[in-house]
């Protein structure tokens, strides 16, 4: 009953405290606003959201840089590098970092030794991880580039292990790994740029996120320790214990994630060969950084959700649907404009030898939706400790994911590994949509139709542009006011 009545009340003080809500269109503005203004949450967004930005905008430079610099063939080696690289992921107990989130949003005096329990464990699964990954490398690869690739690129699994960005997005406080995270894709930029200028520096460029990941985490730790004054007192055996076992179905959740997610790349490496990856691994990339905004939102959303769903459920299942809300708007935007200017998009970032990615970057655009979908209805769930229910919704994913690229890619090359990748996440968000319901209360189909009618206005207005022979950096921004008015009924709906 206590966190029902929590929940009434802060609903209550939250309407009783708002003024009228204004007619006009630019006092809706002001006073969306002076009415967030002093929320540390929404401080939280918008710095991690201009980060994100700019961390996005520096890694389209990137992407556009290296894959004409190393070419089809040599941008695929790196990305079957990464591919390989991230199975070895698997083994560092993935949901340890997701469950300690949690856990430090819900009781934020337990940081310190949350960090300890995670770092320790996570440092040595890394290296165990790490060895294997070298003797699988030594004897299952008969190229000599393709062993040393994967030995770069499996540094990264330290980078994992030892992270400390978690600890402080799990204290709210996101904006300073938002800093820190912009400054990296600064240095990774500038060092790209100094060290790698031909094919033969796919290796340096294996390097580069390493390092940089290394120096971004020891500055971290030292912000952390020393500026926040967070203690790191030793765990008994059995606190670290019942830690790996409540992050398990986290744990088996990531782990599963991560092979669905890479499996069509080492798929088409298989069946087509490197160059066939490099053009098909392009688009994947794009499709990989528009997920990255369900991620920001994760960041700043479910340490909240988390700590609301535990002290006041009513307003967390309230929170919730706003949560799912926002992901659409989001998704609907981002997959109009790889349907409508899939063509600019990939000769701005790729060139024109990636051409062949066109027909792939319009395939995924509606994987974009469903992505988007699936992460706003699962962190949700997570939020309410529905950790087992995450099991089952990727396990579907996953034999889409393997099952369908065995099957499609032989058959239709990698047009078929495209359409399985759209597959992947639609298949999840089914599943996950009873699990939700019984959770939130709502399958929010309301919160679609305006952000998709918006979405078809910019693919409308995308095609009218390039029928009329405008350029694409008017183009664009053209587009986008066409879903504006869908936006503001969406902000409206917020307000409410």
């Not at 080696?77 to 469950?99: C, Q, R």
């Not at 967070?230 to 055996?237: A, K, M």
Request: net charge positive.
């Amino acid at each position: 009953m206590m966190p029902e009545n929590s929940s009434s009340k802060a609903l209550s003080v939250e309407r009783e405290d708002s003024p009228l809500e204004p007619q006009s269109l630019w006092a809706q503005l002001r006073f969306f606003a002076k009415r967030w203004a002093g929320s540390s949450f929404f401080l939280n967004l918008f710095s991690v959201s201009g980060g994100a930005v700019l961390q996005r905008l520096m890694g389209l430079v990137a992407f556009s840089y290296t894959a004409r610099v190393l070419g089809p063939e040599k941008y695929g080696l790196l990305g079957f590098g990464i591919s390989v690289a991230a199975y070895a992921a698997i083994f560092l107990s993935p949901g340890l970092l997701i469950w300690g989130t949690r856990e430090i949003a819900r009781q934020r005096s337990t940081a310190g030794k949350i960090l300890v329990i995670v770092n320790a464990a996570q440092l040595l699964l890394a290296s165990v991880a790490y060895g294997a990954l070298v003797i699988f490398a030594r004897f299952f690869f008969s190229q000599p580039s393709e062993r040393l690739i994967v030995i770069l690129c499996g540094l990264a699994l330290f980078n994992t292990a030892l992270s400390v960005d978690w600890v402080v997005n799990g204290l709210e406080l996101m904006r300073i790994p938002a800093i820190l995270g912009t400054c990296g894709a600064g240095l990774n930029l500038i060092a790209l740029f100094l060290l790698v200028h031909s094919p033969r520096d796919v290796y340096i460029y294996a390097l580069i996120p390493a390092v940089n990941g290394l120096l971004l985490t020891a500055v971290l730790y030292f912000i952390i320790i020393q500026r926040l004054k967070v203690h790191l007192p030793w765990p008994s055996w059995q606190e670290s214990r019942q830690a790996l076992l409540s992050s398990l179905p986290l744990g088996g959740m990531v782990a599963l994630t991560v092979v669905l997610h890479y499996a069509n790349n080492l798929i088409v490496q298989a069946y087509l060969g490197l160059t066939a990856l490099g053009v098909f691994w392009s688009a994947f990339r794009l499709l990989e950084l528009a997920s990255q905004v369900p991620t920001l939102l994760s960041t700043v959303f479910l340490p909240r959700l988390a700590r609301v769903a535990t002290s006041a459920p009513d307003l967390g299942r309230r929170e919730a649907l706003l949560f799912a809300r926002v992901h659409m708007v989001s998704g609907f935007f981002l997959a109009a404009f790889f349907l409508g200017e899939s063509p600019a998009i990939i000769r701005l970032i790729f060139g024109a030898k990636y051409l062949g990615a066109v027909p792939l970057l319009r395939i995924m655009s509606i994987g974009v939706i469903f992505n988007y979908a699936i992460c706003g209805y699962t962190n949700c769930l997570i939020s309410f400790g529905k950790d087992w229910v995450m099991l089952r919704v990727v396990g579907v994913a996953l034999i889409v994911s393997v099952g369908g690229g065995l099957l499609v890619v032989p058959r239709a090359g990698i047009m078929g590994a495209a359409l399985v990748v759209s597959a992947i996440d639609l298949a999840g968000w089914l599943v996950s949509l009873p699990y939700y319901r019984q959770v939130v209360g709502s399958f929010q189909f309301a919160a679609w139709w305006r952000p998709a009618l918006g979405a078809g206005c910019v693919v409308a207005s995308c095609f009218l542009l390039q029928a009329l022979g405008l350029a694409v950096w008017v183009r664009i921004p053209l587009s986008a006011l066409a879903y504006f008015p869908f936006v503001y009924g969406e902000m409206r709906r917020f307000m409410a």
